[in-house]
């Protein structure tokens, strides 16, 4: 931590309404806990915030003193972002007040409230917003990275029913934002994590929900897995919004109406939800019933209050988490062979894989309407590893992330922001997707020296020349053209075509042999390239090695092997691509690579012989 004084610290001591706490004090170890027992952070200084007041005093006393800065909410966020090792927390838990309008239909939150509390006192009036499925989760977090549970299906994510928010931004003013109001950081904020500043309130919508719901749970035996799911992804495709069924696999808990055989045991979970009466669900329930012979199940009115609360007992904080997240529009049936496997080798009792489904009013706002941009999202998927030993810690990430990359060709590469662990900064870009250059953007008017960094970090725009297209900003050129590597390395091709403009040209060293040489035209051509370029040769290994963007240009260098499928001859190659990109978007992309290598491995002859690069050629 950068050098402070007592005298400071007393100064901002006394300044405060909430609490100073530092190492020692009797309430530091509680301080420093979080949901996630795997992060173990020691901030130098951590400021309970009794007020707006305390939030911008402690804001500023970090930014004057140029300390590193967390801010905790809830506590819940999987990577830990509520803390900062040697830096100064600005906990918020302590700000819990909800005040509902039932006449207008508003809630009115402070950012230390969870979904309980929220929950608690929307419920008196019959009302509710989309939240999450854990009530000890902190409102704030959830909605500022999107937000979805049960109801989303119904009526949108947290972020589509958020009306306006107050905060503090890095500079320590307060502003109201709404879609009046500081539109662009209200767009920002609705998906953008904790980048822009630290909200203090937020004004939701409600709607009428409860006080009871229908809902339940539906348990499978593992050995119908596979005919249940895709039993299940048929219904998905006519079922009504007001409907959400999820599936879990996971060992099977003690629940009261399985038999004691049961517990312990590998099974398929479908938990069942619908703000709708009994009777205007039954026929559903009775048709997945009959998906196979259920070991057990309990589907009927309850309260709502109730159902948010009944995963609880499965997320209790102090346990070791780690997770990995995919989204996907559709699962095939190699994608739930995927699933099924490695449920069946869950490393502890207590992980889970699940599939979250969206769609229907979650699915309708456009994808730049706001930050969060996953509206072609139906199914997220999540692989919860959970445990309580750090000695197991090795076997159980390895487990997650070897799921993680079996499961990677069937999804879409894009990921939920709240799902991301401390160790996949690196994602950052794929949460937000064409999103990102404008979040960039906002963030370099609003939070230029990025003070709010400890989270998934969107870093501030570094506009460079201006040209007749605008702004050059060569991170973000470089970002773009990472992201389209990476998406041809996981096999995503439309998504590396959709960052291309469709006037764009696609140039390879011309070649009589090589199938897939010459120039391509548009979006259409570069299509072409990919296919012929898959029909002839299988990857074997490609390695972008540097990134080096300059103006409207990004070159990237790097090795690779490939098998010539007619010839079944091998080759490597170094190779240099130089990209030019406009407003964001590739416009050409020249690729240079030994053309000879290539041509001898493509050459009818005998089979398997190498062939060795000896040069670069365009």
């Keep these: 931590m950068n050098a402070v004084t007592n005298d400071q610290l007393d100064e901002l001591r006394t300044s405060l309404r909430g609490q100073l706490i530092q190492p020692g004090d009797a309430d530091y170890e509680a301080a420093r806990t979080i949901w996630n027992g795997m992060i173990d952070r020691r901030p130098a200084i951590v400021v309970r915030c009794a007020g ?24 819940h966020n999987i990577a830990g972002s509520a803390l900062c090792d040697d830096g100064l927390v600005i906990d ?57 549970g049960w109801l989303s299906r119904t009526l949108g994510l947290a972020v589509d029913n958020l009306l306006a928010a107050d905060l503090i931004t890095a500079d320590g003013r307060h502003r109201h934002v709404s879609a009046t109001e500081h539109p662009e950081l209200f767009w920002a904020i609705r998906g953008g994590g904790g980048n822009f500043g630290v909200v203090t309130r937020f004004e939701f919508q409600l ?23 895709a039993q299940y992804r048929a219904l998905v495709d006519q079922m009504p919004d ?28 479908l938990p069942i939800f619908s703000r709708m009466p009994p009777d205007a669900v039954q026929a559903t329930i009775d048709r997945i019933a009959g998906f196979g012979k259920p070991l057990g199940m309990h589907v009927g009115a309850m309260p709502y209050l109730a159902w948010q609360q009944m995963f609880d ?12 997240s995919h989204n996907f529009t559709q699962i095939s049936d190699p994608a739930i062979d995927t699933i099924i496997d490695y449920a069946g080798k869950l490393p502890t009792p207590q992980c889970e894989i699940f599939l979250g489904l969206l769609g229907g009013q979650a699915g309708r706002p456009a994808s730049g309407d706001m930050a969060y941009p996953h509206r072609d999202a139906l199914y997220v998927l999540n692989v919860h590893t959970r445990w309580e030993d750090p ?14 990359k079996a499961t990677a060709p069937y999804a879409t590469g894009s990921v939920y922001v709240n799902f991301l662990t401390q160790d996949e900064s690196e994602r950052t870009a794929d949460a ?5 250059q404008r979040l960039s953007q906002i963030k370099q008017q609003y939070d230029p020296d990025n003070l709010f960094r400890t989270n998934q970090n969107i870093r501030p725009a570094t506009p460079s020349a201006a ?17 389209g590597y990476r998406d041809f390395q996981s096999g995503h091709i439309q998504k590396l075509l959709d960052r291309y403009h469709d006037d764009a040209e696609w140039s390879t060293p011309e070649s009589d042999v090589v199938p897939f040489s010459g120039n391509f035209h548009g979006k259409s051509g570069i299509a072409q390239f990919f296919a012929k370029f898959n029909d002839s040769v299988q990857t074997i290994r490609f390695e972008p090695k540097q990134f080096i963007a300059e103006g409207d240009k990004v070159v990237v260098t790097g090795d690779a092997s490939w098998l010539a499928k007619l010839s079944g001859r091998t080759y490597d190659s170094p190779w240099v691509h130089v990209l030019t990109l406009r407003e964001g978007k590739v416009a050409r992309f020249e690729a240079y690579y030994d053309t000879a290598a290539s041509e001898r491995a493509f050459q009818p002859g005998q089979l398997g012989q190498p062939s060795t690069a000896t040069g670069l050629h365009h």
């Design 52 to 75: 707006t007041a305390d939030v911008r005093t402690a804001l500023a006393f970090a930014r004057d003193h140029g300390l590193r800065l967390a801010v905790r909410s809830g506590g």
């Design 92 to 148: 918020l838990s302590a700000m819990k007040s909800v005040q509902i309008d039932p006449a207008q239909r508003r809630a009115y939150v402070e950012s230390g409230a969870t979904l309980h509390d929220f929950d608690h006192e929307a419920q008196a009036f019959g009302l509710a917003t989309p939240l999450g499925i854990n009530s000890t989760t902190g409102v704030a977090g959830l909605t500022l990275g999107g937000g979805f």
């Design 207 to 229: 709607h009428p929900v409860g006080p009871n719901i229908t809902a339940g749970l539906i348990v499978f035996p593992s050995a119908e897995a596979k005919t249940v799911l």
């Design 242 to 269: 007001d409907l959400t069924v999820w599936a879990v696999l996971r060992k099977a808990p003690p629940l009261p109406f399985l038999p004691p055989e049961v517990h312990g045991q590998d099974v398929l979970v």
């Design 313 to 324: 007992p499965l997320l209790t904080p102090g346990a070791r988490n780690y997770w990995k």
């Design 391 to 404: 000695v197991d810690d090795v076997r159980c990430i390895e487990w997650a992330r070897d799921f993680f």
């Design 432 to 436: 937000y997707g064409a999103n990102y």
């Design 467 to 483: 040209t007749g297209h605008g702004i050059i900003n060569t991170q973000q050129n470089k970002q773009v053209v990472v992201e």
